[in-house]
Every structure is written in structure tokens, then in C-alpha cells.
């Protein structure tokens, strides 16, 4: 198993521009997430899918869009990079329930200038 | 709600030296509770978690935690520290229930260790 994989690892955007994160799981896990890792914050919860078609908002969503459309794939969509928006993003996944134990991405680097 | 605190954001202990990383937790609901590590550029690695069974908890790589209620604390300790074990690490807390997955996070504590 390849476990969660991330891509890129490393983009530069300029300010204004989109792009989308890729993320994908060979788990068959029902629940995937996306954080953000700012130095000293630690890691805050973006947007989250507990299945396929099912997104909700977490702690810090604005200027990111999330869709769920197979069980194996949860893209990040950032639809105009501003520089705020440079981080460290991790996808995560679980299983739904259970002891909650999740599976994290290799992140990706992420700056805007 | 829930939230953890994650005292000292630095810590620096000399090889063979106990390891204590400290975390308090709040939670309005019985918690699940998670240490994670992660090493220079890479991402995050559980090291042992506590989900209601046993109060002392034992991981990978030689350490543990102990689970107390009554301090809502849930602290990282390890014997003797190796210099692999410089590394970034990372408390965090869930309730169990609706939103379950929904982990909150410490601000970390980098761990230096020197010879």
C-alpha cells in the first residue's frame, strides 16, 4: 500500500493565481482531511469528508474549496493564492470511528510571492 | 470543545538523559489522545495514542505516556534520549462521538539533543 500520497511536493504561486493539492489514499478510508502547518501553530484544520460527495468546513477553510467525488481522492482547491496562504499542507485519513488513529500525506511546500 | 497545550516549545536534553514533553488537554467529552513525531521535512508519524484501555500507554521507539485524568495532562516521557529522537512533536485530541475525526492540535515542542 502506498498509504496517502501527496502532489506536488514543493510549488511556488504567484499572488492571484489557483491551483489545486492532490491527495489520494489506498485505504479505503471513509474520512480525509486537510491541515495546515504554520510555524509555532501547529497543524489547524482546513476543510474534512467523512465520504464520498460529504465536506464540511474546519477551523480555518477560508480561501480553500474542497470536493469529495470517489472515496480514494481529496483535492484542495486554493482559488486565488494570496500570500497568507504560504504553508505546509498535510492530507490525513482514517477509517470513520474506531480509535480515530490518522494516516498523514508527506505535505506539500507551498509558498506564494 | 476541545484543546491542548504543549509546554515549551523547545526542549533540549543531552543523550542518555530523560525525555519529559509536556501536554494538557481540555475536552468536553472522554478523549482519545495522540502523540505524533515529525522528523525534518518529512510528515507526521504516530507515536502511541490513548484511547480509554490502559492509562500508560507505550509506543514506537522506546516511549511512553501516561494518561491522567485528574491533571488532564497526558505527558511524553522516554528512559534515555538517542540522538534520533531530535524531532518535532506534536500532541493532539479528539472526543469520541459526533466529529470524532476532527483532531486539534499543540503548537509542538522541537526536542534538541545534545552529545
Known amino acids: 500500500n502506498a498509504g496517502v500520497t501527496q502532489t506536488p511536493k514543493f510549488q511556488v504561486l504567484k499572488t492571484g493565481q489557483s491551483m489545486t493539492l492532490q491527495c489520494a489514499q489506498d485505504?479505503?478510508?471513509?474520512?480525509m482531511s486537510w491541515y495546515r502547518q504554520d510555524p509555532g501553530m501547529g497543524l489547524r484544520l482546513i476543510h474534512y469528508?467523512?465520504?464520498?460527495?460529504?465536506?464540511d468546513q474546519g477551523e480555518v477553510p477560508n480561501g480553500y474549496n474542497v470536493s469529495r467525488s470517489t472515496t480514494e481522492d481529496f483535492p484542495l482547491r486554493l482559488l486565488s493564492a494570496a500570500p497568507s496562504q504560504t504553508s505546509v499542507y498535510f492530507c490525513?485519513?482514517?477509517?470513520?470511528?474506531?480509535?480515530?488513529?490518522?494516516?498523514f500525506g508527506p505535505g506539500t511546500r507551498l509558498t506564494v510571492t | 470543545a476541545q484543546s491542548v497545550t504543549q509546554l515549551g516549545s523547545h526542549v533540549s536534553v543531552s543523550e542518555g538523559a530523560l525525555v519529559l514533553l509536556r501536554c494538557n488537554y481540555s475536552?468536553?467529552?472522554?478523549?482519545?489522545l495522540f502523540w505524533y513525531v515529525q522528523y525534518p521535512n518529512q510528515g507526521l508519524q504516530l507515536l502511541l495514542k490513548?484511547?480509554?484501555?490502559?492509562?500508560l500507554v507505550k509506543g514506537i521507539n522506546g516511549f511512553e505516556a501516561e494518561f491522567k485524568k485528574s491533571e488532564t495532562s497526558f505527558h511524553l516521557t522516554k528512559p534515555s534520549a538517542h540522538m534520533s529522537d531530535a524531532a518535532e512533536y506534536f500532541c493532539?485530541?479528539?472526543?469520541?462521538?459526533?466529529?470524532?475525526?476532527?483532531?486539534?492540535f499543540g503548537t509542538g515542542t522541537q526536542l534538541k539533543v545534545e552529545l
Open positions: 490525513a485519513s482514517s477509517i470513520q470511528g474506531g480509535t480515530y488513529e490518522q494516516y
Open positions: 485505504m479505503n478510508h471513509e474520512y
Open positions: 469528508s467523512v465520504g464520498a460527495g460529504i465536506t
Open positions: 475536552s468536553s467529552v472522554p478523549p482519545y
Open positions: 490513548y484511547t480509554s484501555a490502559a492509562t
Open positions: 493532539a485530541v479528539t472526543g469520541k462521538g459526533g466529529g470524532g475525526n476532527k483532531l486539534t
